[in-house]
């Protein structure tokens, strides 16, 4: 590696010295000593969660949902066992020991039996699961849920024309990744709870506004002794069972405590078992109660819910940070002990794996992806900067611990301090992809746009992949379609069928493009594929509104929601008064399918230099044996070089996707803005795409989010900013988060003026108001030598979309296609 890299990026000098032998010490082992036990370990499946679910679910049967929710979630705090691990300073974890998944049969039950099966064996997350919890499984959890999970429900509800888009109609567990609903393997998008709630008045002060409500009730009104009733009942069920979870902790801290021989160990646990008894239940007093009262929110979201991409955390530079400064000023506490409990709350994420039981959910989240965002920076709610001293220590914390957990989040302004910029350059050139950045610029005047107040708009957090949270005002929790665009131009040229379908007619017949005599002709051929792509995304979404409400409830989400607890309404409600109903659609694969359309109009129609049935021939033949085509195509405009022929047509396809949902959005009540942030689905959705007519060959990945296709961005990084600016249509309100990814040589960013050049790189990216940007800071022969010899490179993080992950994880598919990726060498 030395001898062909000059320069190596901080996670890279790190990896060369363990396989050469070298010790390398960290300031502070504990958590590191606790990492180095599971970083190798297959995570195994828990299926405890599962079972004490199911057992309450079978005996309150008719019951109203939340209620229903809330009595298993409290079956599942009596009866799960509790955990504190060795070493840790923080209680508490939702499955065995190790790294661990839980299984969630209300939304996938129906073929979970199967699933267990092929889990240990599959490519993309592997999962092992021991004998007798597989029979319990099979044998005892997934025959209640045959017939009544929310998958079912979804597959018989779809119109049939729609389902032909969404599912093979012979086998509905069976995505197409054309029109692909994401609904049933999440039970909710991206969530930020408010925190803050739990930190400052204890969840006791939920119970007792509950039990007021209660006690108003009209005794005689049949809403009141319902569903009113159900509401504040399954409110307080669930408050005290996270409580009584906790105060089991506080039991096992004693009995652990009692047992133990080092006098340090036996004082940390009687400290944990003392905050244990205290918090959630009650306002946190110090920095390591918050620490603790926040953990178990969050692990305890992880069993109510399948949330996607897991409850992000907010913004914990904030709420977190008068209780440092309280304890910082007492004397009680130091930096270092900081950095050490935020260490341990980072493995003990790490831990815990978001297990997608069904396939199409495993290939869309590769690498046990997860996004439990931390935001950091920002603006106050009064539009003042929010740097402080815990800021900077969540930045050393990333720069210091070898770990993709938790996935931070840097929130960017126009007047974010010289030394913020400096110091989140510094930690993305160590090299893991972290932080993500967002863009207040873009972000806030959106919100606004959208109906938020100000100071609520201010206060956002980045949630899931890119997406940012406004905690208490938002109330839309469904998730939504991702549409295959480069799916919809392969039926264009074979007249509405796919070649990996045969002769069977999914799409539109628009004809047989080599009888198109104009562009024109051809465009509005694409377009009626497209739009009848993006009305069956609309159907589903409007069946799948409608469908959520039956099948899921959430009482500590909507405990922690303003807006829901003031409406009386759960969470998974469609619509909730008072509640910013903000969803999304994904559009897959932008720049294949601007790179191929630039083809079509420059090559076939304008220049004439190739004929369509010569273009649609090599496609059928991959383009093998076509060197002379394969030259003109590589030299055709391209998206992400500041091209403005590639970026008017870009900017064309984005403007169809706004106007479309500006008017049909309002017949579903939402704000179904248009996103491009694939996570790792651009694979599969490419693995059902023949070849397409900008040379990319069948059944590879598709482009992913708003970055240029693999290896076309070769006018530089600055190029790909521009042609997303000129892509985009700032005066529609209906657009969402774009996520850009950058890989840049070490070299590139090597010394203070390499750090210098990244700022200034970041501040253009902020000035044009682009969503979201993230980088790998690797050399390429990194990648290659990690995917030729894992065992060496196992702690080897990488950048995928939105996440990082070790790449050792991936398939191989995702791995070369971040190989593919353009290195940059200058910026």
């Known amino acids: 590696m030395t001898e062909c890299c000059t320069v190596l990026s901080p996670q890279e000098q790190r990896l060369q010295d363990e396989i050469a032998g070298k010790k390398v010490n960290f300031s502070r082992p504990r958590a590191y000593g606790i990492l180095q036990e599971i970083i190798t370990k297959k995570p195994i499946i828990d299926v405890e969660r599962a079972k004490y679910f199911t057992e309450s679910m079978m005996e309150t049967e008719g019951e109203a949902l939340i209620l229903r929710w809330a009595k298993a979630m409290r079956h599942v705090a009596e009866n799960c066992t509790v955990y504190i691990d060795d070493k840790q300073l923080i209680a508490g974890r939702v499955g065995c020991e190790g790294r661990y998944g839980i299984l969630y049969p209300e939304l996938d039950g129906d073929f979970l039996d199967l699933a267990i099966e092929a889990l240990p064996s599959r ?24 017939g009544k999970t929310y998958h079912e429900a979804l597959a018989n509800a779809l119109p049939k024309e729609t389902l032909r888009y969404t599912f093979d109609p012979s086998d509905p567990m069976k995505s197409r990744f054309i029109v692909n609903e994401t609904s049933s393997f999440r039970s909710s998008i991206q969530w930020v709870h408010d925190y803050e709630k739990v930190l ?26 319902t569903d009113r009733k159900s509401f504040y009942e399954a409110i307080i069920i669930d408050c005290q069972a996270i409580i009584h979870w906790a105060k089991r902790h ?35 007093r110090d920095f390591r109660e918050a620490v603790q009262s926040q953990w178990f929110i969050q692990m305890w979201s992880r069993v109510e819910q399948k949330t996607g991409t897991i409850i992000s955390n907010g913004r914990m530079d904030q709420y977190f940070y008068p209780y440092y400064q309280k304890d910082i000023e007492a004397g009680k506490l130091t930096d270092d002990d900081v950095l050490e409990l935020f260490e341990c709350m980072w493995v003990g994420m790490a831990q815990f794996i978001d297990l997608y039981i069904s396939p199409t959910g495993g290939a869309f989240n590769e690498g046990y992806a997860h996004w439990e965002a931390v935001t950091i920076g920002g603006q106050t709610k009064d539009g003042r900067d929010a740097t402080n001293d815990l800021t900077y220590l969540f930045l050393q914390s990333k720069r210091e611990f070898p770990l993709h957990y938790p996935d931070l989040a840097a929130r960017i302004h126009s007047r974010a301090p010289e030394r913020y910029l400096f110091e989140v350059a510094e930690t993305i050139k160590e090299g893991s992809g972290f932080p993500k950045l967002i863009n207040d610029e873009e972000v806030i005047p959106l919100n606004l746009a959208k109906g938020a107040k100000l100071e609520d708009a201010y206060d956002y957090a980045v949630s899931g992949c890119s997406e940012s949270r406004m905690p208490n005002v938002e109330t839309y929790t469904s998730p939504c379609a991702y549409i295959n665009f480069p799916a919809a131009l392969e039926m264009t040229m074979y007249n509405g069928k796919m070649r990996l379908h045969g002769d069977e007619q999914i799409g539109l017949q628009t004809g047989d493009p080599r009888e198109f005599k104009t562009w024109d002709e051809f465009y509005n051929a694409y377009m009626t594929q497209q739009m009848s792509f993006l009305k069956h995304a609309f159907i589903q979404q409007h069946t799948i509104n409608n469908l959520r409400q039956n099948h899921f409830a959430w009482p500590l989400g909507t405990a922690l929601n303003d807006t829901a607890m003031k409406a009386e309404l759960d969470l998974h409600t469609t619509h909730i008064p008072g509640g910013i109903d903000l969803g999304y659609f994904e559009l897959m694969g932008y720049g294949t399918l601007v790179d191929s359309l630039c083809v079509i109009k420059k090559l076939v129609f304008e220049d004439k230099k190739i004929s369509m049935d010569t273009l649609i021939k090599a496609m059928e033949n991959n383009f093998e044996k076509n060197d002379v085509l394969c030259k003109l195509i590589e030299n055709a405009p391209k998206f992400g070089t500041n091209d403005p022929y590639a970026d008017s047509i870009a900017k064309e396809i984005d403007r169809t996707c706004l106007e479309f949902t500006r008017k049909y959005s309002k017949q579903l009540g939402i704000h179904l803005d248009l996103r491009l942030v694939p996570f790792t689905s651009h694979v599969p959705f490419g693995k059902v795409v023949s070849a397409t007519p900008n040379g990319r060959k069948q059944f590879t990945p598709l482009s992913d989010g708003a970055s240029a296709s693999q290896g076309c961005d070769a006018k530089g990084p600055t190029a790909v900013l521009v042609s997303n600016y000129n892509s985009k249509n700032y005066d529609y309100r209906e657009r969402a988060s774009r996520l850009l990814n950058i890989k840049f040589s070490p070299v590139t960013m090597a010394g203070e003026e390499g750090t210098e050049k990244l700022v200034n790189f970041i501040k253009t990216w902020c000035d044009l108001k682009l969503w979201h940007i993230q980088f790998n800071v690797l050399n390429q022969s990194t990648l290659v030598a990690a995917k030729k010899d894992p065992e060496k490179y196992k702690g080897l993080i990488v950048r995928i979309a939105g996440y990082s992950a070790y790449f050792t994880d991936l398939s191989p598919d995702l791995q070369d296609d971040l190989i593919a990726r353009a290195e940059h060498t200058t910026v």
């Open 200 to 225: 400052q008045k204890g969840l006791k002060s939920i119970i007792e506004l509950a039990e007021s409500k209660l006690a108003e009730l009209d005794p005689m009104s049949p809403v009141d002794q």
């Open 250 to 284: 506080a039991v096992l801290a004693r009995e652990k405590a009692a047992a133990e021989s080092d006098p340090q160990r036996k004082q940390e646990l009687i400290d944990m078992a003392e905050r244990c008894e205290w918090v959630p239940e009650n306002p946190a």
């Open 123 to 146: 490519v993309e997350s592997p999962f092992e699961i021991s004998d007798s919890d597989a029979k319990i499984v099979i044998n005892d959890i997934a025959p209640y849920w045959k």
